[in-house]
């Protein structure tokens, strides 16, 4: 647990995080708790030693993506104001998240993304539940899939599959697994504002000092819906002929998708809460802790968790997540290259040892790679949230004295 953390959002002024249903907050209440968001946030910035940038567009990849959005989703989206912000973002996402991809990586990636938006989008629309309910059930089976935006993700999980699991069958298995899971869990989602499942949606309630299964169903849903395990895959395979052995991250996965999904949780949360949102993991995650009984941390009026609480659980973990990975990618390779050059040299060793030292060199090389593709995400992922106006970080972006070219969001984006 961060002690700094703790003290800093004990302060009063953070008293306005002590609420437990976003929909019955007031349009001042909610840009008190925006404003606490910006400051939680620039903590955040200090303790994990964040610098701000701004990574340029790429002209041919928008050019080529363009025309492929314009062919495969104008039916989804008719409207071509709210198709080219579609394409912004999902394309500023492949230039912030993977700047040393490929074209053809950034055009797999792309075109899923770009569809799965759409989908995650139209599941919540009167008959858009309907055409997404057998996806994955249809993929899985190899039967076709409705023309339209069905048929255009599937094409590009099938380019995924294809391009990540050129060498490594395995990485394209497990972004396209993901991809599935999400899907459906969208769909299950959609259902939580009608009827939400069984236990969480009772009034039994426990006394806070035992475990309670549905406390973990939010954040298991999130690890399904943020996509974590497709969007992890491409970090480390940059190119066709260039990935990092799975190996080497395998064991950082639990780590990354937490991160990836902490980062999109609590950067999206001031554009939520302006909306009104109380679906979302932070809010279903605080009615949970609440319903188990859980106490708080700070002076709420029932003496119950509240989202004072839940975000300083959030940060906490985040914080923590981060310094975990940079141990796990950044200090594995300096520690690599430290006990080769303590190896024996080359005047000392057989032909049997020289061996080794040439196996040792190749996954040093490996390892470097790895680490500087997960700084090169961890900065991306991060400042594309700031920069992109999808997020209405405003006062963050001016804070750093950034100017972005995005596009602003279309009415009812």
Known sequence: ?????????SQDDFGCLDFND??????????????????????????????????????????????????????????NTHLDFLLDTTAASMEYLYPSACHQSWMCMGKTVGAIILA?????????????????????????????LCAALADGIKDCDEFYGCKNPRGGSYAVMGWLAGIDAFCEEARFPEELPGQFASNFSKDGRTDWSVEKLPYYMRSLTGLPNSIIVPIFKPSRDVEVPLDLWISGIPDLSQWICLVNDLFSFPKEVLALENFNYLSLLTRARRQAGRASLFDSHDGLWTFRDTLFEGFDQLISRTAALHKFFVRFAELLSEELQAAPTQAETNGSTMKTKKVDGEKLESARLAAKLWGEFRQGYIAWHINHPRYRLHAIRAAFGATTDAMEIPAAA
Not at 141 to 148: C, D, K, N, S, T
């Open 22 to 79: 976003v929909a019955l907050l007031d349009e001042a209440q909610r840009q008190a708790v925006v404003e606490c968001m910006d400051r939680l946030l620039g903590h955040l910035f200090k303790a994990i030693h964040y610098q701000h940038i701004v990574r340029p567009k790429n002209v041919a990849f928008r050019k080529d993506f363009w025309a492929w959005g314009y062919s495969r989703l104008t039916e989804a989206t008719p409207d």
């Open 120 to 148: 995650d989008d139209l599941v919540e629309k009167p008959g858009g539940l309907e055409q997404f309910h057998y996806f994955s059930q249809r993929d899985l089976r190899g039967l076709p899939q409705p023309e339209g």
């Open 1 to 9: 647990m961060s002690a700094d953390l703790l003290a800093f959002i």
